[in-house]
């Protein structure tokens, strides 16, 4: 089995829902390895808006895309996230001792307690030497993942963001549930709630304590500003 890396939490997707998962997974000690098809992160931001003014993004009048993606890796930057770019997961399946091991299109794999899917709406087939802006949207190999669908998304549990899948979640466009808005900022919450449902399969069912950032001293040492 070539090039296996392994991770706490493996993120499918590196559009906006997916780099603030990074952070809110880093904030617990959680160290994420993200794959996305894209040469760059950003995803649907990167390819369809990168110039383009967002009005709805909490604390912001006005942002656009490119500059949303910059903050959120700053953001994230701290836990230091691995990235593999160009690359598509084209299977997940469980390893003999219950992890998830994902298989990417140049045979290599990725091995990791959880999954993220934030694959948003489909892949966007730009290798790294591709501009975005020559990119194609197309279904991603997740669309033919053996999970429940709703609607074109991944059914979720809303209080948790797992799948069908116990230890696999979906959050921002790639997955779905009753009340489900397709926004930015959904996705952030979305994100925040994926992590609590991390901790809590890590602490065996157990609702784990909440540190805020205001509060915690352990969290303000990993962001630097202790």
Known sequence: MPDSRNADVLIVGAGPAAL?????????????????????????CAVLYPDKPIYDVPGFPEIDGEELCE???????????????????????????GKWLAQLDDGSHVRADHVVIASGIGLFNAPPDVGVADAE????????????????G??????????????????????????????????????????QGIRRRIAGGKAASVEYTTASRRIREKLGQS
């Open 137 to 152: 949207l197309k279904p991603g190999p997740a669309a033919a993942w053996p999970l429940e669908r709703s609607r074109g």
């Open 154 to 195: 991944i059914v979720v549990d809303p209080a948790t963001f797992e799948t069908s899948e116990p230890g696999l979640f979906a959050i921002g466009d790639a997955c779905d549930y009753p009340g489900k808005l397709r926004l930015i900022l959904s996705a952030f919450h979305e994100a925040a709630l994926a992590t």
């Open 71 to 97: 903050r959120l890796l700053r953001q994230a930057a701290p836990f230091e996230p691995r990235f593999t770019f160009g690359r598509t997961v084209v299977d997940l399946a469980r390893d003999p001792g």
């Open 20 to 44: 603030f998962a990074i952070f809110q997974l880093g904030l617990y000690g959680l160290r994420c390895h993200v794959i996305d098809g894209l040469g760059q992160p950003g995803g649907q």
